[in-house]
């Protein structure tokens, strides 16, 4: 007889069983969802005071959107301004240099690429996704710092030209890897279709393949945007930590996230001070979920619609 003959003790055996993973699983996903809102009702909590606290509101809302950030003294000002420049131009840096990058080095990979060259090139890189922070952040402190002062004769050592450049470390591989699986999930057929035009391979790439899987690209360069965006330990070794409001690139800056890695552990609990670096934390939670959420919702919505021809 069969060992995998179906009778009614083995299929009330199986259900059960599939009763029960499916039970786990369920829990497993609601305890990680949990999790997620815990930390967000927390942090939400922490900074509800700058808003509903009568004293609190009052040390910190009338500072709030000055250029001035000197949490520490007889005159406390809790200004985000220079946090929010900083972030933006270390961000910028980095996305000029991460997304071209990526997105070649994608499309080579799935265009031009011989398959052993891309079996080697694509976990490489996927590996470099996950480098420590903290290795980049001293290869920038230490190499990339004085390579950039000498090439820009920067007043600055530590600016945040430095730290943009560190940070497209980081948000390379991220880009790299979804654009080149959106480049990889183009079907051949429409590459054939070209080449049967008499297009030439560069021709194909340019002009249908990328085209083709342009969501999935802007999906990654949203990721690679939001990781820069959350960087902390490469801002905090490679900018110079000074929260000046310029838009120069070789001045040094302070971040959102640099801010909060740098301060929270002096902090006193309770103090305004406390409360406005959880607010920072509820910023870059929400810019967070919204990126993840347009590249989940609608980017993929949107390529999934592409290749059903819909």
Same mark, same amino acid.
């Given at each position: 007889?069969?060992?995998?003959?179906?009778?009614?003790?083995?299929?009330?055996?199986?259900?059960?069983?599939?009763?029960?993973?499916?039970?786990?699983?369920?829990?497993?996903?609601?305890?990680?969802?949990?999790?997620?809102?815990?930390?967000?009702?927390?942090?939400?909590?922490?900074?509800?005071?700058?808003?509903?606290?009568?004293?609190?509101?009052?040390?910190?809302?009338?500072?709030?959107? =000055?250029?001035?950030?000197?949490?520490?003294?007889?005159?406390?000002?809790?200004?985000?301004?220079?946090?929010?420049?900083? !972030?933006?131009?270390?961000?910028?840096?980095?996305?000029? &240099?991460?997304? %071209?990058?990526?997105?070649?080095?994608?499309?080579?990979?799935?265009?031009?690429?011989?398959?052993?060259?891309?079996?080697?090139?694509?976990?490489?890189?996927?590996?470099?996704?996950?480098?420590? =922070?903290?290795? &980049?952040?001293?290869?920038?402190?230490?190499?990339?710092?004085?390579?950039?002062?000498?090439?820009?004769?920067?007043?600055?050592?530590?600016?945040?030209?430095?730290?943009?450049?560190? &940070?497209?470390?980081?948000?390379?591989?991220?880009?790299?890897?979804?654009?080149?699986?959106?480049?990889?999930?183009? %079907?051949?057929?429409?590459?054939?279709?070209?080449?049967?035009?008499?297009?030439?391979?560069?021709?194909?790439?340019?002009?249908?393949?990328?085209?083709?899987?342009?969501?999935? &690209?802007?999906?990654?360069?949203?990721?690679?945007?939001?990781?820069?965006?959350?960087?902390?330990?490469?801002?905090?070794?490679?900018?110079?930590?000074? %929260?000046? =409001?310029?838009?120069?690139?070789?001045?040094?800056?302070?971040?959102? !996230?640099?801010?909060?890695?740098?301060?929270?552990?002096?902090?006193?609990?309770?103090?305004?001070?406390?409360?406005?670096?959880?607010?920072?934390?509820?910023?870059?939670?929400?810019?967070?979920?919204?990126?993840? =959420?347009?590249?989940?919702?609608?980017?993929?919505?949107?390529?999934?619609?592409?290749?059903?021809?819909?």
């Amino acid at each position: 007889m069969n060992k995998f003959s179906s009778t009614p003790a083995v299929n009330q055996r199986a259900k059960a069983v599939d009763q029960v993973m499916r039970g786990v699983i369920t829990t497993l996903a609601l305890v990680s969802f949990s999790f997620i809102f815990l930390i967000l009702l927390f942090t939400f909590k922490e900074a509800k005071d700058v808003f509903f606290d009568a004293e609190t509101r009052q040390a910190v809302l009338p500072t709030l959107l =000055s250029t001035n950030w000197q949490p520490v003294s007889e005159n406390p000002k809790y200004g985000i301004v220079p946090l929010l420049i900083g !972030t933006l131009k270390t961000t910028l840096i980095a996305m000029v &240099i991460a997304i %071209p990058v990526g997105v070649l080095a994608a499309l080579y990979t799935a265009c031009f690429a011989p398959i052993w060259l891309r079996e080697i090139i694509k976990p490489v890189v996927e590996l470099l996704a996950g480098f420590p =922070s903290v290795v &980049i952040g001293f290869f920038a402190l230490f190499v990339l710092a004085g390579a950039l002062q000498t090439l820009t004769g920067a007043e600055f050592r530590l600016n945040a030209l430095v730290g943009g450049v560190a &940070i497209s470390f980081s948000a390379i591989p991220i880009i790299f890897t979804i654009a080149e699986d959106a480049l990889s999930s183009v %079907p051949k057929s429409i590459q054939e279709a070209s080449y049967g035009l008499g297009a030439t391979q560069w021709e194909t790439a340019f002009y249908i393949t990328l085209p083709a899987a342009y969501p999935g &690209i802007f999906a990654g360069a949203l990721l690679g945007f939001g990781r820069a965006v959350g960087e902390t330990m490469i801002v905090l070794m490679a900018t110079g930590n000074a %929260p000046i =409001s310029s838009w120069t690139l070789t001045d040094s800056a302070r971040t959102l !996230t640099a801010t909060i890695g740098a301060e929270m552990a002096e902090v006193v609990f309770g103090d305004p001070h406390y409360n406005v670096l959880f607010l920072i934390g509820v910023v870059l939670f929400l810019f967070a979920l919204l990126l993840n =959420s347009i590249a989940e919702f609608y980017i993929k919505a949107k390529l999934m619609r592409k290749f059903r021809g819909s």
